[in-house]
């Protein structure tokens, strides 16, 4: 059975993403994904949504960066936290290989 489907805006444009088994997880990303354009928009970086886009991508990627070269290395397990964020980065990277997220027709 596919997983349910939300509708999130990021940027002004509306968009259908599989929600999987946390629904409110993905409006949180979203969330954070729309603040990150918004933010780097009124720093008046170009009008282009595309570029605010990558702009955003590049930011929260250095963010991930840096998260993991934070975290100490050991030999023990990873924190629960630890691998809900190595689960919620897997599937997005599993949502951008399957070309699933595409604007909403207007």
């Given at each position: 059975m596919r997983a349910p489907s939300i509708e999130v805006q990021i940027f002004g444009q509306i968009y259908r993403l599989r929600a999987g088994e946390n629904p409110d997880q993905v409006r949180r990303?979203?969330?954070?994904?729309?603040?990150?354009?918004?933010?780097?928009?009124?720093?008046?970086?170009?009008?282009?949504?595309?570029?605010?886009?990558?702009?955003?991508?590049?930011?929260l990627a250095d963010d991930v960066v840096r998260t993991r070269e934070a975290r100490p290395r050991r030999a023990s397990p990873p924190s629960v936290s630890g691998d809900r964020i190595t689960a919620?980065?897997?599937?997005?990277?599993?949502?951008?290989?399957?070309?699933?997220?595409?604007p909403a027709a207007d």
């Open positions: 990303v979203a969330a954070l994904v729309d603040g990150k354009m918004n933010k780097i928009a009124d720093r008046g970086a170009s009008a282009d949504s595309y570029r605010i886009a990558v702009l955003a991508a590049l930011e919620l980065l897997e599937k997005i990277d599993q949502e951008i290989d399957e070309d699933d997220v595409r």
